[in-house]
């Protein structure tokens, strides 16, 4: 199992182009999650689905556009991209355990991917 | 006022030493409290998992969660080389759905 895993992990972009950050995980979840980290922010949500076919918008979406093109895969898109769009970019899934337990809603994050927009 | 505060440190111990972290939070709604590991240039790893106020221990870690004061904590004993990383609080409501992390604090336990 190779749990959650993202692509390009490094990418240098210029101001104006566009690119998307591809994630697929191989657990069967339902949800997953796209997140930037900078520093002294700590993890801040993008975008999220919570099943195949749905997407919301979380705490920064302004810039960014997702597709859930399955239950593996959900893709991150900057159309145009921004200097303020540098960032480490982590995807993650999850999966509500309806037994409960110590684990009931575990994320489990992918690698991350280093974007520099300059 | 974020949501969720933490020191960013770094907290740097000597091996052997107690590490102690902690996390405030304003919104009452926070139910479930989880603190993540996350080492250099990696994404981040559930370490504890609560859902109530009290202790929870696990091996050297002890997670607290004190819901009235809006306050957690987490202790690693016996710390080790191996455990310096940034240790991230997270909280979510009922729904689990949506974490709001924390800063992250960066632990430096020297040999």
């Known amino acids: 199992n190779a749990g959650v895993t993202q692509t390009p992990k490094f990418q240098v972009l210029k101001t104006g182009q566009s690119m998307t950050l591809q994630c697929a995980q191989d657990m069967n979840h339902n949800s997953m999650y796209w997140y930037r980290q900078d520093p002294g922010m700590g993890l801040r949500l993008i975008y999220y689905s919570a099943s195949e076919g749905t997407t919301d918008k979380g705490e920064v979406p302004n810039g960014y556009n997702v597709s859930r093109l399955n239950k593996r895969e959900f893709s991150l898109r900057l159309e145009s991209a921004a200097p303020s769009q540098t960032s480490v970019y982590f995807c993650?899934?999850?999966?509500?355990?309806?037994?409960?337990?110590?684990?009931?809603?575990?994320?489990?994050f992918g690698e991350g991917s280093w974007l520099t927009v300059v | 006022q974020k949501e969720v505060e933490q020191d960013p440190g770094p907290l740097s111990v000597p091996e052997g030493a107690i590490v102690s972290l902690n996390c405030t939070y304003s919104?009452?709604?926070?139910?479930?409290f989880m603190w993540y590991r996350q080492y250099s240039r990696k994404g981040p790893e559930l370490l504890m998992y609560t859902y109530s106020s009290g202790n929870k221990e696990d091996g050297r870690f002890t997670a607290q969660v004190d819901k009235s004061s809006k306050y957690i904590s987490l202790f690693i004993r016996d710390s080790q080389p191996s455990d310096s990383a940034t240790y991230l609080c997270a909280l979510t409501g009922a729904a689990g759905n949506k974490l709001t992390f924390g800063g992250g604090t960066r632990v430096l336990v020297k040999p």
């Open positions: 919104n009452s709604a926070f139910q479930y």
């Open positions: 993650a899934s999850s999966e509500q355990n309806p037994s409960g337990g110590g684990t009931r809603y575990t994320i489990y």
